[in-house]
């Protein structure tokens, strides 16, 4: 049975390489590392003293509902309302008069104009407000109860970063937050290609936000040995690397806006690219690891729903963190979906230069994915200087490469074996 065309008509991005999609490309080309000292706390009792922090003086929300809330909201809500916000503009959805340009959006000269019916919000978030449950406990233990912050509660819950994106944009049918570990984001926005595809939704803002650089989250990944301790932060992380030894914890948000390709044609939206694909699985070999032979099943199913063939992927964006399990997990199942192929796709990490977003891990691939596709270049993979000796046959990406790309394979997978991929191709 035949399905509607799903297309991204907008894109919205803060991570360490900027507050634009346009600044995420940049710094991915030039190879620009946004990990740097950790500023949030004083690290020194951890490994690992270095993250991908977003420069929160930049993060800045226009007039409309929210705007004075907004400085108390836990980063992961700031950061989602201010990429969807940015979606929104890029994409003209809605667009009439005193609609602004992404640029007057986010310098706060614009409000957000009212979308049109028909429409949703799906966004991944992993952990929420983590920050706020800790600061939360301190506070409690050493204030006491009753001066616990009347905030804490609608700071920390999952939900509230798809919330507050709705109410904010007057969407007032269904919102879904997904909470499914790293694979979150990506999760979200499979769930909202397939509600568009069945004419359940004309349009939808889907994507993932994550903001958990505090103690509690060192100290966690620290105690499972999952953090880099590279002391150089032009040397970690290290996906791919044969010396990798770890992640780096980066912070996140990218929303796109997703339509009907006939809804997008008939108003004249400028069309950044196809979600043709999507698939999710269940299977691991333990809580925490990945499995290359479920996420192999992953790769194929979601290429099954693209009716395409391996031949046909000239570029998979990898989950690749810099662990060192999980990226050769990653590299074994690219292998095993290509066997048969004439040429393999080329393979690319842009952990190297944002760190480990979690739940932002797949929509982060997806921006790149998209001005990939656009500019028929793949970014490097940072900060590999030498490969895995097991994986010389797999297509690495060291340098820009300009080739031709038509499809390219996103990947992101979290703990207990919840593996995702989607399928973005040329529109």
Not at 145 to 169: E, G, Q, W, Y
Not at 278 to 286: I, K, L, P
Request: a neutral charge.
């Amino acid at each position: 049975m035949s399905h509607r065309s799903v297309v991204v008509t907008g894109a919205g991005v803060v991570c360490p390489l900027g507050t634009t999609v346009d600044e995420l490309w940049e710094g991915l080309l030039a190879g620009r590392s946004g990990i740097a000292p950790l500023t949030r706390f004083d690290p020194a009792r951890f490994h690992s003293r270095f993250a991908g922090q977003v420069d929160d003086s930049a993060v800045r929300l226009s007039p409309g509902p929210f705007r004075f809330e907004f400085g108390r909201m836990s980063a992961f809500v700031r950061y989602a309302l201010f990429a969807a916000d940015r979606a929104v503009a890029d994409s003209g959805l809605g667009a009439g008069a005193g609609a602004g340009t992404e640029r007057e959006v986010a310098d706060g000269r614009q409000a957000p104009t009212a979308l049109p019916p028909g429409g949703a919000v799906y966004l991944g978030v992993a952990m929420g407000g983590l920050p706020s449950i800790e600061t939360g406990v301190l506070r409690q233990e050493r204030q006491g109860v009753r001066k616990t912050s009347p905030f804490l509660i609608p700071s920390l819950i999952p939900n509230m970063a798809a919330s507050a994106v709705a109410l904010r944009h007057g969407i007032t049918d269904e919102q879904v937050t997904i909470a499914g570990a790293c694979a979150s984001g990506c999760q979200a926005l499979g769930q909202a290609m397939r509600a568009i595809r069945s004419g359940a939704r004309t349009w939808a803002l889907a994507g993932g936000a994550e903001a958990v650089t505090t103690p509690i989250t060192y100290s966690g990944f620290q105690a499972m040995r999952a953090l880099s301790r590279y002391d150089d932060p032009e040397r970690t992380p290290r996906p791919f690397d044969r010396d990798r030894d770890g992640m780096v914890v980066g912070e996140a948000a990218a929303v796109f806006v997703l339509e009907d390709r006939a809804h997008a044609e008939a108003r004249g939206a400028r069309l950044y690219g196809e979600l043709s694909g999507y698939a999710s699985n269940s299977g691991c070999d333990d809580l925490t690891g990945i499995s290359a032979r479920h996420v192999t099943r992953c790769m194929n199913s979601a290429l099954a729903d693209a009716a395409v063939a391996p031949d046909d992927v000239d570029c998979v964006f990898a989950q690749a963190s810099g662990m060192v399990q999980g990226d050769a997990a990653e590299l074994a199942a690219v292998r095993d979906v290509t066997s048969t192929v004439r040429r393999r796709p080329v393979v690319t990490s842009v952990k190297g230069h944002t760190g480990y977003t979690f739940a932002a891990n797949g929509p982060l691939n997806l921006a790149a994915a998209l001005l990939a596709l656009r500019d028929q270049t793949v970014p490097p993979t940072l900060k590999l200087d030498r490969p895995d000796p097991e994986f010389t046959d797999i297509d690495i990406a060291r340098d820009i490469r300009k080739t031709e790309l038509r499809r390219c394979l996103i990947n992101a997978f979290g703990f207990g074996g919840i593996n995702a991929s989607l399928v973005v191709s040329r529109a």
